[in-house]
């Protein structure tokens, strides 16, 4: 049975090597590729393939947004995770959407593969050097925190945050306190820092 996948990986070079080794393998085919998660989004919605395999970190959608909007629509492409950043925050979120696979890219072609027929068996795969870490501390951000933070980080003033998030400027500064607050950070650009090492933006 062929394993229909579109891959989605916003750098050029490895997307066209990803391409290139899985069309080495007999029983996978590559029906769409993307560059950023809304070009994912819209693949997997035009293909129905059997896996995405997708990076985390975009333009656009992240791959964690891609994977928590195909649950969200009941989509049963199962996702895959391909990613270089091996942080517990990422991983959390991960399961929490629903992520069929999580492996990192400096892994050999052979454990990628491996992964992407399991998981199209019915398997759920996580790098083994990842799964103790999934533990390994609890994001305390709520998903406004996040989204505010995340526009922050970008260095967007408060009323163009939230102008973006249909929010009131004074719910904005609210929503960063929070944040700045929990993560025991200085400002909000220490914060957004914080929470983007530990892999919770």
Avoid: C
Avoid at 25 to 30: L, R
Avoid at 60 to 78: I, N
Avoid at 117 to 139: F, T
Avoid at 150 to 155: H, I, S
């Amino acid at each position: 049975m062929t394993i229909r996948t579109v891959l989605a990986e916003d750098q050029g070079m490895v997307l066209g090597a990803f391409a290139s080794l899985l069309a080495l393998e007999p029983d996978i085919e590559v029906v769409a590729t993307a560059a950023d998660g809304d070009e994912a989004l819209a693949a997997v919605m035009d293909a129905q393939p059997d896996v995405l395999l997708t990076d985390i970190e975009m333009p656009g959608r992240s791959g964690l947004d891609v994977a928590a909007e195909l649950a969200r629509r009941g989509v049963p492409t199962r996702v895959v995770i391909v990613t270089t950043f091996a942080r517990s925050g990422y991983l959390r979120r991960a399961l929490d959407a629903g992520v069929a696979g999580y492996v990192l890219k400096d892994a050999p072609v052979e454990q990628l593969v491996d992964t992407l027929r399991r998981v199209h068996s019915g398997q759920r795969v996580i790098a083994p050097e990842l799964a103790v870490a999934a533990w390994d501390g609890d994001d305390p951000l709520t998903e406004r925190e996040r989204d505010v933070l995340r526009n922050a980080a970008d260095g967007r003033p408060n009323a163009e945050i939230a102008a973006r998030l249909h929010l009131a400027e004074g719910t904005v500064r609210n929503y960063l306190s929070s944040a700045i607050a929990k993560l025991g950070a200085r400002n909000r650009t220490e914060a957004a820092a914080t929470a983007r090492e530990r892999g919770w933006l």
